[in-house]
């Protein structure tokens, strides 16, 4: 509706995971294809689970259900900018136990667009993006047992 092409862009930024496999697996490679395209375009990214926090100010737990008690989470400090807890698959109720003053979900969440700039990682060569899934697929886990 603006008439913005992929000329009028400068930098793009993607969530590169925790999440959902394939929502992970075409962002990443959309935002790749985009900076290989078109080499002017610069390439960032950003977790996921920072992302979906953005729009809050103080200590936030964040999370996306990874089912059977667990979650893909972390606990972080958007006024100091750091993690209180480092983002991984762990069970939701040992999250639970750290002092937050907000939680955020995939299912309510607010955005912040400066945030997400201040936040993001600058990545030198796309072709090496690679998505941060922090735990294998279903397939993968179901091919060891």
Do not use: W
């Amino acid at each position: 509706k603006l008439g913005i092409t992929l000329r009028d862009l400068d930098n793009v930024i993607v969530g590169y995971g925790p999440g959902s496999y394939t929502g992970v697996r075409m962002a990443v490679t959309v935002g790749k294809m985009i900076a290989t395209m078109e080499p002017k375009i610069k390439l960032s990214t950003i977790s996921t689970l920072l992302l979906m926090g953005s729009g809050q100010k103080g200590i936030t737990l964040i999370d996306i259900d990874a089912r059977r008690g667990n979650c893909f989470g972390c606990i972080y400090d958007f006024k100091n900018l750091k993690y209180v807890v480092e983002e991984s698959l762990i069970l939701k109720e040992t999250l639970l136990a750290y002092n937050f003053e907000k939680e955020v979900n995939e299912n309510e969440f607010k955005v912040d667009p400066f945030v997400v700039v201040k936040l993001a990682k600058l990545v030198d060569d796309p072709r090496l993006v690679v998505p941060n899934y922090l735990r294998d697929t279903e397939a993968e886990r179901n091919l060891h047992d």
